[in-house]
């Protein structure tokens, strides 16, 4: 029980580190773009370098960890994540045009954070069962929701010491992390042998032919609700600074309320859906709609708080969504094969961090309205994709098995009543005894009692 104390301390802050690669430098992002005299093309590509080498690299660490071991690809990860932040930090101090240097170092951090949280997951996996991995997979999902609604903060509060500082932070954070989890969590090697690339792939391949109909979907609408989260937040940074001159933590408090309200219903979302794909699919296609609804709705409202508390309606939306997406692929996918294809996914939904904020910046230079009209189009669409498509088949094996435990709960549920009626004096009244009492209130008296009595005296009669 310490062991796995330890296990949980050293595991929660990784999560956390990746979330802040990009949420901490979207409020910082419109005052590089003013230092470094940069187009709102390059400022965006801050985030799409980062992104698309952690979209790329993600799939390489899972199968790496399996190879290698989950610590010491972690340990790595760490480092070279720290290792860009320092780099990107130090150029903007020395160089008088550091932007090339920087690039480099934000693809070193994605680099890094492709070893990050989707390996923790995979740690979870292999150091916890039942119950107890239920709740680290729920404390790592904390600590993520935690990381995405201080990162605004945390970057408006660092960029009033220098914009450079939220560079130089991720060194000390990741450091301190790594510490951590050095020192207080303990692999647990796998014993069976890692599969080999070509088999890897064809894996893969394999479960794409079997649930490709609906994965194909569900990998898109995960890519797509991340696409535009991130699109809007750079569009709101740079219209809370560039228009209506709100800075600083005041800023970043503004940045945070979208992803608050997303943490929020993300959190509710799975204390409800359970295993219930019905219910999941439901949420996703509702949660789809409702991005539409707010995009449609925010091309028409000019006020910016106005707008922000229409862009919530989309933040609870995708709030619905992602929860739902992560439990369909666990459900419907053998064991053996949710590693690579949790790493696939994860590797997706990258790739739209990184394409949200450039395209959205070419949208903006067509129109406000081409921009909104744009997304909520696509947000629609998929939503009709996920009606028509995204009809997982839960696997029959992990199915049969939740069955068992649903049917053990309830018994056990039926048991600890009898036992605290016993313990308060109370009978459980069983059905026999309800029918009875419901023929006496009818009646006036038990039909079976006096069946029993003219039965009774008929057998007395005989015998005499």
């Not at 989707?118 to 680290?136: Q, Y």
């Not at 696997?395 to 053990?408: H, M, P, T, Y």
Request: proline residues 3%; positive net charge; aromatic residues 10%.
């Amino acid at each position: 029980m310490a062991q796995n104390t330890k296990n949980l301390m050293g595991l929660a802050g990784i999560p956390l580190v990746m979330v802040l690669g990009n949420s901490m430098l979207i409020p910082v992002l419109p005052t590089m773009k003013a230092k470094l005299q940069l187009t709102g093309l390059q400022t965006s590509l801050l985030i799409t370098a980062f992104s698309i080498a952690a979209g790329v690299v993600i799939p390489l660490a899972g199968y790496l960890s399996d190879r290698f071991g989950r610590k010491i690809v972690v340990i790595l990860s760490l480092i070279l994540y720290g290792a860009g932040g320092l780099l990107a930090g130090l150029a903007a101090l020395w160089w008088d045009k550091p932007y090339g240097i920087i690039m480099i170092g934000r693809v070193l951090q994605g680099i890094g954070a492709a070893g990050t949280a989707p390996i923790a997951m995979a740690m979870v996996g292999d150091l916890f069962n039942g119950a107890a991995e239920s709740r680290a997979l729920g404390l790592m999902e904390t600590s993520n929701g935690l990381g995405k609604v201080l990162s605004p903060v945390l970057g408006a509060l660092l960029a009033m010491i220098s914009w450079y500082m939220v560079f130089l932070a991720f060194p000390i954070i990741c450091g301190a992390v790594l510490l951590l989890f050095w020192f207080c969590t303990r692999e647990n090697r796998q014993q069976k042998q890692p599969m080999q690339v070509s088999q890897y792939l064809q894996s893969i391949g394999q479960v794409f032919r079997q649930h490709g109909r609906w994965l194909v979907p569900a990998f898109f609408i995960g890519s797509i609700c991340l696409f535009t989260l991130f699109g809007v937040l750079f569009y709101l940074s740079d219209l809370l600074e560039e228009t209506y001159k709100i800075d600083g933590v005041l800023k970043g408090g503004f940045l945070a309320i979208p992803l608050l309200v997303m943490s929020i219903v993300a959190y509710v979302t799975g204390l409800i859906i359970k295993k219930k794909l019905r219910v999941m699919r439901l949420f996703v296609i509702s949660g789809m709609f409702l991005l539409a609804a707010s995009y449609v709705i925010a091309s028409f409202v000019q006020g910016v708080y106005l707008l922000i508390g229409v862009l919530v309606i989309g933040s609870a939306g995708t709030g619905m969504i992602l929860p739902c997406l992560n439990s369909m692929i666990v459900g419907a996918v053998k064991k053996a094969e949710r590693g690579m294809i949790t790493s696939l996914y994860s590797g997706v939904r990258f790739i739209g961090v990184a394409v949200g904020p450039p395209v959205f910046t070419w949208l903006l230079g067509i129109s406000r309205s081409v921009m909104f009209y744009s997304i909520a189009g696509l947000t629609a669409l998929f939503a009709v994709v996920a009606l028509f498509f995204l009809k997982p088949q839960q696997d029959s094996r992990e199915a049969s098995g939740q069955r068992a435990q649903a049917e053990n709960e309830q018994a056990k549920e039926t048991e600890a009543m009898r036992q605290a009626a016993e313990i308060l004096g109370i009978q459980a009244e069983s059905d026999e005894e309800r029918r009875r009492s419901e023929a006496v209130r009818r009646m006036g008296f038990d039909p079976n009692e006096l069946v029993n009595r003219l039965l009774g005296e008929k057998k007395e009669k005989g015998k005499s």
